[in-house]
């Protein structure tokens, strides 16, 4: 898909004061051709994971962001924040916090509009505007809408306004404070709309100098509203103090009658180019939002004896923590990689697992799986019978166990490192609920056997199914479409990271496909040749001697 040249780094959805549902933001962003935009609702984060989903392999990047609420010596102050986490405990624990803080408030405003004679309960408020951060936008337009008042501005000027005898200021923390919990959440701290003050030069500087003490990034210099001078003001102001511009439109919808998302009025335009400075600041700060690293497991992250060596737990400890997506990837089902994960501690943010060599994508946030593919139970009884008439052990699988016909040495040898349930019956088929993610042929002999077999399940297979070695005694059997490129492909589209910026690390033939299609791909030096052929860096240690820290290296 081509990379489109405009993004809108500020936008609002129903879940505040805007009037389309993140959903809706996502259908129209494209119609509106943007390649990017950032769902920054004042003070929630409700609407990201909605938006994220429906942006799903469109191509178009949802950005996880946030709009604060803050006061400065009198005066409302907004500050964005830009790719925050935004499921990270602190963060939500914060935002419950000011939830709760929020609802009190909004229950004493319904108070004093019914002891003012508008009788407003807080559930009827609630009911009519299921899901949204509750402003006085929502209270002025149910005045409106109940006939209590004839327009918006009467409701204003009569109930809710800053001089009307209804309002209650909300509770804020300060420009300092936002920018203070942006960091901790990982994002980009950056003031918005800053002509909107109608500050003096003087007092505007003066609060820039204290919020880029305090850790700002950025200047909202390109906005709906600006003309060409005021732009320049803000832009001279940004390259006084070090500081990266972004631009937005501050879309909310019909809220903001004749604004429209990227366009604002329609002169407005922000280039990707001011996506990518911020994208390249978080990389040199360490930061990794829009970075990830697929593993294989046995040979490249783990040494012989299945270990992970503290120093490469730290560094992937290190690289999640800042934002990165760290991905195992591994011929092993899903039980067996869980169990290994979880003994090791590395179900953490953002972590996913391609199991079966490519054929189960799963979410290990969500606990649910994001893709599969399985093989057809009337080719499963062609390879098994073929295994069979060959002499050959061949095995497959139920979601959570493994089906043998035979308790053979070569199913003992499996079981070793993967351990799963065993079941053992001479008709697998029979007993089969689902179709199986993969068949798995093993030669304990080496890979003669396998290869003959191999070549007898060629014209068999057809177009549906193709076979690959996960290790020279094993011969992995899967549908063509399964494959840990192309699962790597998916994940990164479903992310919303460039392919470019992904680093894959293997050992063996069925790691090719995923070196082939990283930005990086990288081979252990104990490596097969025909997989440090297929890599762009070959690791100068082996896996037994921390060589899977040199991929940490490659980030920047």
């Given at each position: ?7 809108d ?20 962003a494209i ?21 994220k ?15 604060f ?10 500050i ?15 935002l419950?916090?000011?939830r709760?803080s ?10 004093k ?11 009827a408020?609630?009911a ?5 951060v509750?402003?006085?936008a ?7 809408e ?15 306004g800053d ?10 923390v ?23 003050y ?22 909202e210099?390109?906005y709906?509203?600006?003309n060409?001078?005021e732009?320049?003001q ?9 500081l ?9 919808g019909t809220?903001?009658?004749g ?17 990518s ?17 697929f593993?294989d497991?046995?040979?490249t ?5 299945k270990?992970?060596?503290?120093e ?6 290190d ?7 760290f991905?195992l990837?591994?011929?092993?089902p899903?039980?067996?990689?869980l ?8 179900i ?25 593919l399985?093989?057809?139970?009337d080719?499963?009884?062609?390879v ?8 050959l ?6 979601d ?13 040898y ?14 697998p ?14 030669s304990l002999?080496?890979?003669?056997k ?6 007898a ?83 100068k240690d082996d896996?037994n ?10 980030l920047?």
């Open positions: 898909m081509k990379t489109l040249q405009t993004v780094l500020h936008v609002h959805s129903n879940k505040s004061d805007g009037s389309f549902t993140p959903a809706e933001l996502v259908a129209h119609e509106k051709g943007l390649s990017a935009f950032a769902l920054s609702d004042h003070d929630t984060a409700d609407g990201i994971d909605e938006a989903e429906a942006a799903k392999g469109t191509g178009l990047e949802v950005i996880p962001a946030i709009e609420s803050t006061e400065y010596e009198g005066k409302d102050i907004h964005l924040g830009l790719y925050i986490d935004h499921k990270g405990q602190a963060f939500q624990k914060y419950q916090n000011f709760d929020r609802d009190l408030r909004n229950r004493k405003m319904c108070q509009l019914t002891d003012h004679g508008v009788p407003v309960s807080y559930e408020l609630t009519r505007f299921p899901g949204s509750l402003t006085r929502h209270y002025a337009k149910f005045l409106l109940e006939g209590y008042v004839k327009s918006m501005t009467e409701a204003f000027e009569r109930y809710v001089h009307a005898p209804c309002f209650l200021p909300r509770e804020k300060t420009p300092a404070q936002a920018v203070k919990l942006i960091l901790e959440a990982g994002g980009l701290p950056v003031l918005a709309h800053p002509v909107l109608h500050m003096s030069d003087a007092r505007l500087d003066k609060l820039v100098a204290e919020l880029k003490d305090a850790g700002l990034v950025g200047i210099a390109i709906s509203t600006y060409a001078a732009e320049r803000m832009r001279r102001l940004a390259g006084k103090y070090g990266l511009i972004t631009g937005g439109s501050d879309f909310h809220t903001k009658p604004l429209d998302l990227g366009t604002g009025y329609g002169k407005l335009f922000i280039p990707y180019d001011i996506l400075d911020l994208k390249t600041y978080l990389r040199e700060k360490g930061c990794y939002h829009d970075r990830i690293i593993s497991m046995d040979g992250l783990l040494d012989d004896k270990q992970l060596s503290p490469i737990y730290d560094k992937i400890m690289f999640t923590g800042k934002g990165g997506h991905v990837s591994s011929g092993r899903l039980p067996s990689i169990e290994t994960a979880e003994k090791l501690g590395l953490l943010p953002g972590t996913y697992i391609i199991s079966f060599n490519g054929a189960l994508i799963y979410d290990c946030g969500q606990n649910k799986s994001l893709q599969e399985r093989v057809p139970m080719y499963v009884q062609k098994l019978q073929l295994a069979e008439e060959m002499d052990h061949a095995q497959t699988y139920t959570d166990a493994i089906i043998s016909p035979k308790d053979d040495a070569e199913v003992d499996y079981r070793q490192h993967i351990h799963l349930p065993l079941i053992v019956n001479e008709d088929v029979s007993i089969m609920k689902k179709d199986p993610f993969k068949l798995l042929m093993i002999e080496g890979k003669e396998l290869e003959a077999f191999r070549q399940l060629s014209p068999l297979a057809g177009d549906l199914l193709h076979t690959f070695y996960s290790s020279p005694i094993y011969l992995e059997c899967c549908v063509k479409e399964a494959s840990k490129g192309n699962a790597m492909r998916f994940l990164c589209d479903h992310l919303h990271i460039p392919i470019e910026n992904s680093i894959a690390a293997g050992d063996e033939a069925n790691d090719i496909s995923m070196l082939e299609a990283a930005g990086t791909g990288v081979c252990m030096i104990n490596g097969n040749e025909n997989t440090k052929a297929a890599a762009d860096y070959i690791t896996n001697h921390n060589g899977f820290l040199e991929i940490f290296s490659l920047h």
